[in-house]
């Protein structure tokens, strides 16, 4: 479609942040849905406007998505075991996104879902992203899910942190064997799929997985991550049952802890997917992870 108006909810996010200036930079208008309006400051300075909205208040979502052409829809909890919390958010939340859209006319919607969804062991966190996946359903709906595998990029604060321990431990705990694989993806590409989709209509209807173009495994990853950083890392395991066993414990005590239950999970199965839909049909080219890292850590350098 020709660029037009976008509502951008989860603006203020990681994603979003890089997100936001490509859509500008593309020819799009942007409206940007910020909880605080401070946290938006940045994408007002890039030439968004700021809606101040909420997922669970639908009067801020109707006023947000009227006159809009498409919505790209990433507001999410992604940092909490609450199942409650999740559930109100990513499900009741993409409910009202949807009902928004419907009442304003709006039939082009891009949800940002997760390789969670799809996963065999699941969280609350994947579990109320599957069921989201269902909610965007609607006469004259021309929907498109995208499920994301781990995004690395600065700004993430999963990366961050992932990144930090690298950095800093001589042995990274991470949970499990360290033998499953992961498919992690750079920011820039999966804005640079964002753009693709919204600009080719046989996107329209299709659910296309975003991941890096090979797996590596987790104690690879960690070396990678380590060596790209000027360090020499190996992994401390952790066993699988106490990892999750801490996380949850956390989950108890703190609603956004530093690492959750399905992150855990994420370590202890193999990321399986498949990107050929997305490059075939989009012409989508994600880069290798080593350059991709090299090239984060020398632009921090």
Request: hydrophobic share 45%.
């Amino acid at each position: 479609m020709m660029p037009g108006t976008v509502l951008v909810t989860g603006a203020s996010g990681f994603v979003g942040h890089y997100l936001v200036p490509a859509l500008i930079e593309a020819g799009w208008t942007v409206r940007a849905l910020v909880r605080h309006l401070p946290r938006g400051v940045k994408l007002a300075q890039a030439g968004a406007t700021l809606h101040r909205g909420d997922l669970l208040d639908p009067p801020s979502l109707a006023a947000a998505v009227l006159g809009c052409d498409a919505v790209l829809h990433l507001a999410a909890v992604a940092d909490s075991s609450d199942a409650e919390l999740n559930h109100q958010v990513n499900v009741v939340g993409s409910r009202n996104v949807v009902r928004a859209c419907l009442a304003a006319d709006v039939a082009r919607i891009v949800n940002v879902s997760s390789t969670c969804a799809g996963r065999t062991m699941q969280d609350a966190y994947g579990r109320t992203k599957r069921e989201a996946e269902a909610e965007f359903v609607g006469d004259g709906l021309a929907v498109t899910h995208l499920r994301p595998t781990m995004i690395y990029g600065h700004g993430s604060a999963e990366f961050d942190l992932f990144a930090a321990a690298c950095r800093h431990a001589p042995r990274v705990p991470i949970p499990g064997d360290g033998r499953c694989v992961l498919r992690p993806v750079y920011v820039g590409d999966f804005v640079a799929l964002m753009l693709r989709v919204l600009d080719r209509d046989e996107a329209i209807g299709a659910t296309y997985d975003v991941a890096g173009p090979e797996p590596i495994d987790i104690d690879g990853f960690v070396e990678l991550l380590g060596r790209v950083q000027g360090r020499r890392r190996k992994t401390l395991h952790v066993p699988a049952g106490l990892a999750i066993l801490g996380a949850r414990v956390l989950g108890r005590v703190q609603q956004h802890p530093f690492i959750n239950v399905d992150q855990v999970m994420a370590f202890l199965q193999d990321t399986v997917v498949d990107i050929d839909p997305a490059r075939q049909q989009l012409g989508w080219d994600p880069r290798p992870l080593d350059e991709g890292l090299s090239e984060l850590f020398a632009e921090a350098r």
